[in-house]
């Protein structure tokens, strides 16, 4: 893979991994996760495709401004992106929060700039509860942050992050015990080249927001993976999946690796599911 970048129309350089030959595929990690996350993915995917492995504004080696960390920002750079390096058809393979972005992009650019097919893994529509919402309703959305007191403290824990331990202790539960120190550290130390304070900002603009309504909207052919053994509720991939017009459910279980971090843990399985999706 060679590493290159783009600028946004904002003036913003964003660096992205490319390699491979054929059809167009943007892959797209989670938050403060950088291009790296996906190595697992690179050798299979650009037997096929022509692979751009993004690293999102103020992730990995992209340029750290200090502003524009909001979904709706990013959705505009992803436009800028697509057409700097001049995209008509291409599918996107989004992770986490960079669904997020993907569905502000649909909703703001989807009839200028439409990608052709959708791989989602793992993003709940609504990450806060709201109070009036009952139980089921919670778990379909995936509203794992049960209160404004709850978004505040974990806001705060991440701006007072100062050691990869610091980190892990965030993000640990979001893997199984299959995975060892070793890749842990490793990823953490690519996390943190996010600054802290813009990863704050960035994952509370995330969880405040609600897409349940736009996904009826999106009619893209869409596969939803899910992992058995997710933070995230089943039911809240379920819902997505049941929402979208024209989206599968794929759902990994925790013995295969089927965490947050499906793709990570088990590239194998992850890897031919979604190029059989991408290829048909």
Not at 93 to 100: F, G, Y
Not at 187 to 207: D, G, M
Not at 218 to 235: K, N
Request: charged share 20%; aromatic share 8%; hydrophobic share 40%.
């Amino acid at each position: 893979m060679e590493r290159k970048c783009v600028q946004t129309r904002d003036g913003v350089t964003l660096s992205y991994l490319t390699g491979g030959r054929g059809p167009a595929v943007l892959l797209m990690g989670g938050w403060s996760q950088a291009a790296t996350l996906f190595d697992r993915q690179f050798r299979d995917f650009a037997q096929t495709h022509t692979v751009y492995a993004l690293d999102n504004r103020g992730h990995g080696d992209s340029q750290k401004p200090s502003d524009g960390y909001r979904i709706q920002r990013m959705a505009k750079d992803l436009l800028d992106v697509v057409e700097a390096l001049g995209l008509t058809e291409f599918d996107i393979v989004a992770h986490s929060l960079s669904v997020a972005i993907v569905w502000a992009y649909l909703d703001m650019f989807g009839t200028t700039n439409p990608p052709r097919r959708l791989i989602f893994i793992d993003q709940p529509a609504a990450l806060l509860a709201r109070p009036s919402w009952t139980q089921k309703q919670i778990s379909q959305a995936g509203a794992v942050i049960s209160s404004l007191e709850t978004l505040d403290d974990l806001l705060t824990r991440i701006r007072a992050t100062d050691t990869i331990e610091d980190h892990l202790s965030i993000i640990r539960s979001m893997f199984t015990a299959k995975v060892g120190n070793a890749d842990l550290q490793k990823l953490a130390t690519e996390n943190l080249k996010l600054p802290r304070e813009y990863a704050a900002a960035l994952i509370e603009n995330n969880i405040v927001q609600d897409w349940r309504s736009f996904l009826p909207n999106i009619s893209q052919t869409t596969l939803v993976f899910a992992g058995a053994g997710s933070i995230h509720p089943l039911a809240s991939q379920e819902f997505i999946a049941n929402c979208i017009p024209q989206a599968a459910l794929e759902v990994v279980s925790e013995e295969d690796g089927g965490s947050h971090f499906l793709m990570f843990e088990n590239p194998a399985l992850f890897n031919e599911k979604a190029l059989r999706f991408l290829n048909h």
